[in-house]
């Protein structure tokens, strides 16, 4: 995909030509300088003129008549120099990716010098580059008669430099695979629920396993009822697909210790079980598998990258569904770890299924916990769709997601546990906890639920119900959905400092 050179090749026809630019200068600099006189000074002057504009994410094309063997350059805004951040030169090499896609180049040439600032060195740069490419030209092939793949994709980008190759090329390596991983969270949320069964998804996980070497574990329904799994096992009750109870071990330390575990909410769908969502809430219930799949986003990048840490992922997965076998409200449940459940409610049952992963991840000897979960309409009340939802029982990890957040840009936001909540949660006169305390704030109960089961372990809760999807495209991607938290849980992983 990419091609690191040190000079810029004037004589090689590239389809395209990329070349930043930023405000108020009023010459090119660096390699487009060399083409600027080859073009007898004539992009200073389109530049004079405001042909060309440097506003940020503006694009202007220009033909070159000839007078080189490359046909086109597009120029790319970047508005105040010391105004450009990480974030928005990614989205703007996104508007760029997009544009070239759709004009159906398939090599791209680009003037990397012109894409950094005092801040913002190669390495930074490429890393933005090598995440905006696949997240911005990302589809879903959908299923029309009439396919929408592309007939034509960029698979090859020359970067150009007169900075440090090395630097160059490891930015790129990183900030692709953080997409890679985000763009196969994307395919696994938007496939429909009758095409990614929990089974499948077990499929999908052991590919994983087998290409990065992950140990692979995937409980099966008997073995889930010998260990007790009665939350998990609950939920699948309604259904006629066997639930999975999905584990991949990464070791990337010599002892297994300190080992991150991250749990994925698997509802591959949702109807509400008799506790039934509306016939509006629930189309688009396939995506309620949002948080397994940031999981195994996640794995893929750490399986890319290797960082120097344990992880292990766990990933309770069944679909949500009605049937004479069904569970239903006011039955009583017990779950691995031996709190017995009253259930209010059916629809809350992410927290059911995460119980259990969050049970099984610690049986494994996760000793840090992130739990990740599209699990209520409540966040998208309080937080929208921008920010996750974020809950935890321990200062110092939730520190270190928030880093991880903002490095990433997938923001996050804190909603607070306190002992009411704990009071509310654990209200019921035939059993431990209940399920569903009340609408009064019901994302807090939800995240105060799961924080039953990580009980010591210090743990970070994201509720990502109003993040997983979107409903209109963005320079990053189209709309459906995003992908959202497998950069953040990689990057956590990356960066991972223990506490002991
Ligand atoms: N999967 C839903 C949450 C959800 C809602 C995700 C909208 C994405 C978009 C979850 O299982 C659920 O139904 N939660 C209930 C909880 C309630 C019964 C306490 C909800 O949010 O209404
Ligand atoms: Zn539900
Ligand atoms: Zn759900």
């Known amino acids: 995909m990419f091609t690191v050179k040190t000079d810029l090749d004037l004589t090689r026809a590239h389809e395209v030509l990329v070349i930043g630019l930023f405000e108020k200068s009023k010459k090119v600099e660096g390699l487009a300088e060399k083409l600027d006189s080859v073009l007898e000074g004539q992009i200073t002057e389109l530049l004079k003129d405001g042909d060309i504009s440097a506003k940020i994410k503006s694009l202007t094309k220009i033909h070159t008549l000839g007078k080189l063997s490359t046909k086109r ?29 759709a004009a159906k180049f398939e090599e791209v040439a680009i003037a990397m010098d012109s894409f950094v600032t005092e801040t913002i060195d190669f ?8 995440e905006a490419l696949p997240l911005a030209t990302y589809t879903f092939a959908d299923y029309k008669q009439k ?27 990183v900030g692709y695979a ?9 395919t696994l949320v938007n496939l429909p629920g009758n095409m990614l069964t929990a089974t499948d998804m077990a499929n999908y996980a052991t590919e994983l396993a087998e290409k990065y070497q992950f140990e692979l574990e995937i409980l099966e329904k008997e073995e889930m009822e010998k260990l007790g799994m009665g939350a998990l096992l609950a939920v699948n009750k309604g259904s006629v697909e066997p639930p999975k109870m999905i584990v991949l071990k990464y070791q990337g330390r010599e002892s297994w210790d300190d080992v991150i575990g991250l749990v994925g909410k698997g509802i591959t769908f949702d109807t509400g079980g008799y506790s039934i969502k509306p016939k509006d809430g629930i189309v688009g219930m396939k995506s309620d598998m949002g948080g397994a799949a940031a999981v195994l986003g996640a794995m893929e990048v750490i399986g890319e990258l290797k960082p120097e840490q344990n992880v292990v992922a766990v990933i309770p997965s069944t679909d949500n569904m ?7 409200p006011d039955d009583v449940i017990t779950a691995m770890s031996g709190k017995t459940i009253e259930i209010l409610n059916t629809d809350a049952e992410g927290r059911l299924a995460l119980a259990d992963g969050v049970t099984y991840a610690k049986h494994h000897g996760a000793s840090y916990l992130v739990d990740v979960a599209t699990l209520t309409g409540g966040v998208i009340v309080a937080l929208g769709n921008d920010i996750t939802g974020a809950m935890t029982n321990n ?5 270190q997601v928030l880093e991880a957040s903002n490095e990433t840009g997938e923001a996050i936001w804190r909603l607070p546990i306190n002992d009411k909540h704990k009071e509310r949660v654990r209200k019921s006169k035939v059993a431990d906890l209940n399920n569903s305390p009340g609408r009064d704030g019901h994302a807090i109960f939800a995240g105060t639920f799961i924080g039953e089961f990580a009980e010591d372990t210090p743990w970070v809760h994201l509720d990502i119900a109003g993040t997983a999807t979107t409903s209109s495209d963005y320079d990053l991607g189209p709309s459906g959905a995003t992908g959202v938290m497998v950069r953040t849980l990689a990057t956590l992983v990356e960066r991972f400092k223990s506490e002991k």
């Open 123 to 130: 390495n930074e740069s490429a890393h933005a580059l090598g």
């Open 322 to 328: 009605i049937s004479g076998d069904a569970f239903k």
């Open 73 to 101: 350059i597009y120029f790319v805004g970047l508005g105040k120099e010391d105004k450009l951040t990480f974030e928005i030169l990614r989205d703007t090499y996104g508007k760029l990716f997009k544009t070239l896609k």
């Open 395 to 399: 200062e110092e990890l939730f520190e």
């Open 147 to 173: 396919s929408n793949t592309p007939e034509k994709e960029i698979n090859t980008v020359i970067v150009y430099s007169n900075g440090d190759s090395e630097e160059i090329e490891a930015g790129l390596t």
């Open 178 to 186: 953080h997409a890679k991983g985000v763009n196969s969270a994307r």
